[in-house]
């Protein structure tokens, strides 16, 4: 049974603030390869984390013809290749455009959208948000503005569970349960009430709004919490832009941080931040945890088996397969299981992030990865999830609350834990096997 939702007003989120940007964005994407240190990086956008069967095997076919053959899935749903050669740009475009997953070549950057991955499979949520999220791409696709906006600029799609609300979208729609839609902007920002099915359009009207307000007033951000002052304008030059396209809408109460009812029973609070389902079989779908968002080819390959259809990628390094009403869910879960994929809700590894680390990152100190694996047990036992990361970047970190590992610069790692209701605290950690002391100094 879903919670009432509250409407409580959210205090401004601390990371609303000016951002002072001294390059242009360069977030990497399929057309604009990223140089890592183990070769070309392509971040491939996946609206909602949907692909089909089809789209599944274009992506491990280029994987494995172009890159060092594993998907690399990100917080939010998307998928990343690495270890491509420099010169295999055009090669990747054509073989991921014939495949669908290039619908726009001037917008593929911006195409940031997480959905919540259950819907319409469970039971639970207030309404499907698929006929929202196919809506609101082909919206995103066809808009002039779109493509100034950042490749960092994303969008969520709740079902009003509360799952993905709390992932600090830049535009965030909520289903209510009156089959409304509340349009959400930035953290703790102006909540808009709209009809459900003006969503997905208004939700990119708003970005519109967001991307002229930039442009005409001089400032470099590149999210809507680093506006700063200009935020203010924002509520404003959205309603405006809403009444120009015929969309109505009304103010109403903030809906507290988090998506103000929370997730529904069932989620786990996981280590990308916010709650994800835990692994298992739940309505006509397997959920699976994928160990630090890597999967290998066989990994892949059974997922795609066991799909009817489609694949769910998720925001918390995870996959949602929908199956058929006659499979034999027990089957297909241990054959999953056989290739090291999550499908115990106790496993440890829900709890465990890593930026990509060495030997993949430059900057990085540490093989990031593998000493969260020598560290697994115990990071299993903390109350709060980790992230290792290989330098203070921290890139890829999530959002709430949570224990910073990161390496330092003269070798072993500090702890930070990372909470909204004290000022972090720390301890070093010179070897990944003593962790659980580490832990035990800082967290409660």
Known sequence: MLAAMSTAASRPSPQATAASRVRGDACPGTLRLHSADDGALARVRVPGGVVTVRQAEALADAARRLGDGDLHLTSRGNVQLRGLRQTCGAELAGLLDAAGLLPSHAHERVRNVVASPLSGLDGRGLRDVRPWLTDLDAALCASRTAPELSGRFLFALDDGRGDVAGLGA?????????????????????????????????????????????????????????????????????????????????????????????????????????????????????????????LTPPQWRELTRAAAGELRLTPWRGVVVPVSPDDDTARLLARIAATGLVTDPASPWLRVGACIGRPGCAKSRADVRADAERALAAAGRSPLPLYWSG?????????????????????????????????????PLDDPSHLATALAAITP
Do not use: I, K, N
């Not at 835990?278 to 959920?287: D, N, R, T």
């Open 170 to 294: 830049d535009v965030t729609v909520r289903a209510t349960a009156d089959g409304a839609a509340l349009l959400g902007l930035g953290s703790g920002g102006e909540v808009l009430r709209v009809s459900a099915g003006d969503a997905a359009r208004a939700a990119v009207l708003a970005a519109e709004a967001f991307a002229a307000l930039v442009r005409d007033s001089g400032t470099r951000a590149w999210r809507v919490d680093e506006l700063g002052a200009a935020r203010d304008e924002l509520p404003g030059a959205v309603r405006r832009r809403l009444d120009s396209a015929g969309v109505g809408c009304a103010s109403t109460a903030a809906v507290a941080a988090g998506g103000g009812a929370g997730p529904l029973p069932g989620a786990a609070v996981a280590a990308g931040g916010g709650a994800g389902p835990l692994p298992g079989a739940v309505g006509s779908a397997l959920s699976v945890h994928v160990p630090l968002g890597r």
């Open 391 to 427: 330098c203070e970047r921290r890139c890829g970190h999530p959002p709430g609350d949570r224990v910073d590992v990161v390496a330092a610069p003269g070798g072993g790692y500090e702890l930070s834990a990372v909470t909204a209701r004290r000022q972090p605290r720390t301890a």
